[in-house]
């Protein structure tokens, strides 16, 4: 199968400070990438996506970096909140397929 | 805002017995994804389907797994006779057209097996 990965599997913050969650990728032909939030016991939700042909695309306090050099995938949160705690998920879509490939998540949790 | 809905929430159910997993897409959507998450895994490709059939299948999706449109807005997945290491819960997604778009999920089913 293929390998979808991130670095950390927890990541902490204070209220109001920016993260970064990163994610790697290894198949190549990968063209399309999703972030998705997942809240305990909810299905995960659409946070933001890109595709191959960009290196940055920006959302609402969100921005997604795609490095297909080193095929490397990070989603920015600005100013993070309490709501924002959830398990983040990196997916990617390989150019010749319709399934997506998810990453093992990472865990966001922001302090009050 | 259209979502893809799941029922039941929460199925238990005894080994051997066969389980029905029940999706609605949103409704302009043509291509339609099982997913499934072991408690505290990643979420794992199990099946997709279009046009009425198979387009892509994983290894865990074997032949007590089928899926099914039976009609113009449901979705089915159906494990034959379950194991306990079915127990998961499982996503139902959606998208509307080929190319990389936006993939939708429902907030899942959590099967138990027994």
């Known amino acids: 199968g293929e390998s979808v990965g991130l670095h950390l599997p927890t990541l902490s913050v204070q209220e109001g400070d920016n993260s970064i969650i990163n994610c790697a990728y290894s198949?190549?032909?990968?063209?399309?990438f999703i972030w998705y939030k997942q809240e305990s016991g909810k299905g995960p939700q659409f946070i933001i996506d890109?595709?191959?042909?960009?290196d940055k695309r920006q959302g609402q306090r969100v921005t997604v970096l795609l490095n297909k050099t080193v095929k490397h995938l990070s989603l920015q949160i600005a100013a993070t909140q309490p709501g924002d705690s959830a398990v983040y998920f990196c997916?990617?879509?390989?150019?010749?397929?319709?399934?997506?490939?998810f990453g093992t998540g990472t865990s966001l949790t922001v302090i009050p | 805002e259209p979502e893809v809905t799941q029922t039941p929430s929460h199925q238990v159910t005894q080994m051997g017995q066969e389980v029905i997993l029940r999706c609605v897409p949103i409704s302009n959507h043509l291509y339609f994804y099982w997913y499934r998450q072991i408690l505290g895994q990643k979420v794992e490709f199990l099946v997709s389907?279009?046009?009425?059939?198979?387009?892509?299948k994983s290894e865990i999706f074997d032949d007590q797994f089928s899926v099914e449109r039976p009609d113009g807005s449901n979705f089915t997945l159906k494990i034959r006779s379950t194991k306990l290491e079915d127990s998961a819960m499982y996503f139902c997604a959606s998208k509307q057209s080929q190319g990389g778009e936006k993939l939708f999920f429902g907030s899942g089913t959590q099967l138990s097996v027994l």
């Open positions: 198949n190549s032909a990968s063209d399309y």
């Open positions: 997916a990617e879509k390989i150019s010749t397929g319709n399934q997506f490939y």
């Open positions: 389907f279009y046009n009425n059939e198979i387009s892509e």
């Open positions: 890109i595709r191959s042909n960009m």
